[in-house]
């Protein structure tokens, strides 16, 4: 069974760079999938971030996009997200989840940008 | 930018009723790539049908997709409990990819 675990901090200061991690289990991050980030703010709906394919090309959310870098360590099997000068409109519950279908997600990481 | 929009934003029904969820696309998205998700509270969102029409693996066949074009369907044929939860359509059509806003489906 396909497994996503997300890891990072709870808490970020304002202006500083939003670091997370996305474990995989159960399936080579190799395998030539795309691997996708996805928010959701509180009581919100959901937000599409970007992904990055096992090649290592991505694409982002052009309202993101000069903040936001996913890279990949397939030596590890995972895959992370950078979002870079945060405020308090980035806190959110932060998703990792498999291909562009999105058929394997991770529970989720809450991420709170507060001083 | 494809924008997708629920409706209704909130449904109320009863066990044993037939729900249906609708998802307008702003720009012919292909069936191919269209896709619904439920999301019950605390929990990630759970991949229900994909391509329009396929259930994913796991999904009972109470669950159906419909639609083409801009115009596409949900259907729950009878609601059980477990059924009441939020859901999303979303496109990966070209990127950026997007959510609708979601519709909650509610006990009566």
């Known amino acids: 069974q396909v497994q996503l675990q997300e890891s990072g901090p709870g808490l970020v200061k304002p202006s500083q760079t939003l670091s997370l991690t996305c474990t995989v289990s159960?399936?080579?991050?190799?395998?030539?999938?795309?691997w996708t980030w996805i928010r959701q703010h509180p009581g919100k709906g959901l937000e599409w971030i970007g992904y990055?394919?096992?090649?290592?090309?991505?694409y982002y959310n052009p309202s993101l996009q000069s903040r936001v870098t996913i890279s990949i360590n397939t030596s590890e099997n995972q895959f992370s997200l950078k979002l870079s000068s945060v405020t308090a409109a980035d806190t959110a519950v932060y998703y990792c989840?498999?291909?562009?279908?999105?058929?394997?997600w991770g529970q989720g990481t809450l991420v709170t940008v507060s001083s | 930018e494809i924008v997708l929009t629920q409706s209704p934003g909130t449904l109320s029904l009863s066990p044993g009723e037939r729900a249906t969820l609708s998802c307008r696309a702003s720009?012919?998205?292909?069936?191919?790539?269209l896709t619904w998700f439920q999301q019950k509270p605390g929990q990630a969102p759970r991949l229900l049908i994909y391509?329009?029409?396929s259930r994913a693996t796991g999904i009972p066949d109470r669950f159906s997709g419909s639609g083409s074009g801009t115009d596409f369907t949900l259907t729950i044929s009878r609601l059980e409990p477990e059924d009441f939860a939020v859901y999303y359509c979303q496109h990966y059509a070209t990127p950026p990819y997007t959510f609708g806003q979601g519709t909650k489906l509610e006990i009566k």
């Open positions: 990055i394919y096992y090649s290592g090309s991505t």
């Open positions: 159960s399936v080579s991050i190799s395998s030539g999938y795309y």
């Open positions: 989840a498999r291909d562009k279908r999105l058929d394997y």
């Open positions: 391509g329009a029409y």
């Open positions: 720009q012919t998205v292909s069936s191919l790539y």
